[in-house]
C-alpha cells in the first residue's frame, strides 16, 4: 500500500490486473508530481500555486478534448477515455495540494474531513471506478477507508508535520484535552497527549471499520486489495499504540513481520471479525469531557 510519502495510492500492487497497472500509473504520476510541486524542494508559495494551475490548465484541455504535449499528461489523457474516468477527482486532488500550500492548521475535525475528502477519497473513486463498482454505497464506504488512511497517516506524521510547521490534528481537539500546539515541539509523551491521541486513534480506527464493509463486498482482487489496506491501516493504529502514542521518537511503520500480521487477518477478515473490533474498541468520549 504505502509508496514513499504518498502513502495512500495502491501503485501497481501484486493483486492489480496487469491490464489496469498503466492506468494506475499515470494516475499515480499525475497525484505524485503535483504533491510534490506543492510540498518539496524550496519554491515559494506563490510558485508553488502557479505550478498548480498549469496542471489545472492541463486537465482543462483534457476535458475538451485537445492534444496535450507534456507526455505525463497526454497519457492521463489516454487513461480518462478508456475507462470514462470522471475528471472532478482530478480537480479535487490538485485543490487539496493548493490548500497544503496555504493552511498549515485545521480548526476542527469537519475541516480535516473536508480536506480529506478531495486528498485522499478521490483515489478510491478512481480506482472504484477502473474497476467499474463506483455505485453509491461502494463510493460510500470508499471515502470512508481512504479518510482514515489520510487520518493514521497525519498521526504517524505528527512529529515530521510539525517540523514543515503543520498541523493535522484539529485545533479543537488540541484545546479540548489541554494540549498547546507549542507541546508538538517538546518530543516527550504525557499523560494529556497520551489522552488526546488516544480519542485520535478511536475515532480513525471507528472510521476505517465503518467503511471496512467494502472490502467484503467486492469480490476478486480490489477486495483482497482493500482487506490488505484495512488490516495495514488498522495495524499501523496498533504500532501508535504499541509506542504509547509517542510519535516523536518513533515513527510507527508497517515491517515485516506487521505484513504477516496483515495478510493473515486479511485472509480471516469477516464482517463478524470487523463487528467484534468496533466493539472491543469503540471511541471514548472522556466522561470528563463530554
Not at 494506475?24 to 524542494?41: H, N, T, W
Request: net charge neutral; glycine share 4%.
Amino acid at each position: 500500500m504505502p509508496v514513499d510519502h504518498y502513502e495512500n495510492f495502491p501503485v501497481a500492487s501484486f493483486l492489480l490486473p496487469r491490464r489496469l497497472v498503466p492506468a494506475v500509473e499515470a494516475i499515480y504520476a499525475f497525484a505524485r508530481s503535483a504533491d510534490d510541486l506543492a510540498d518539496e524542494g524550496d519554491a515559494t508559495p506563490p510558485e508553488r500555486l502557479a505550478s498548480l494551475q498549469v496542471y489545472e490548465q492541463a486537465l482543462a484541455c483534457i476535458a475538451r478534448g485537445e492534444n496535450v504535449a507534456d507526455p505525463m499528461f497526454a497519457r492521463l489523457a489516454g487513461v480518462i477515455a478508456q475507462f470514462e474516468l470522471p475528471m472532478q477527482p482530478f480537480h479535487d486532488l490538485l485543490s487539496a495540494f493548493r490548500q497544503d500550500v496555504t493552511v498549515t492548521r485545521y480548526a476542527s475535525y469537519d475541516d480535516l474531513l473536508d480536506y480529506c475528502a478531495r486528498s485522499a477519497n478521490p483515489v478510491g473513486l478512481l480506482m472504484l471506478c477502473l474497476y467499474k463498482q463506483a455505485d453509491a454505497d461502494n463510493v460510500r464506504d470508499s471515502n470512508a477507508i481512504c479518510s482514515a488512511l489520510q487520518l493514521i497517516n497525519f498521526l504517524q506524521d505528527v512529529a515530521i508535520d510539525q517540523q514543515k510547521e503543520r498541523i493535522y490534528l484539529p485545533l479543537e481537539d488540541l484545546a479540548r484535552f489541554a494540549v498547546s500546539p507549542a507541546a508538538l515541539e517538546r518530543p516527550e509523551a504525557h499523560g494529556k497527549w497520551s489522552a488526546l491521541m488516544r480519542f485520535e486513534v478511536a475515532r480513525a480506527r471507528a472510521l476505517m471499520l465503518g467503511g471496512a464493509p467494502l472490502a467484503m463486498r467486492l469480490r476478486g482482487r480490489i477486495g483482497w486489495e482493500l482487506r490488505l489496506v484495512v488490516q495495514g491501516g488498522l495495524r499501523i493504529l496498533e504500532l501508535i499504540e504499541e509506542v504509547n502514542y509517542d510519535v516523536f521518537r518513533r515513527r510507527p511503520k508497517l515491517e515485516k513481520r506487521d505484513w504477516l500480521i496483515i495478510f493473515w487477518r486479511a485472509l480471516r477478515m469477516s464482517k463478524k471479525s470487523l463487528a467484534q473490533a468496533a466493539q472491543t474498541k469503540p471511541i471514548f468520549p472522556p466522561s470528563h469531557l463530554v
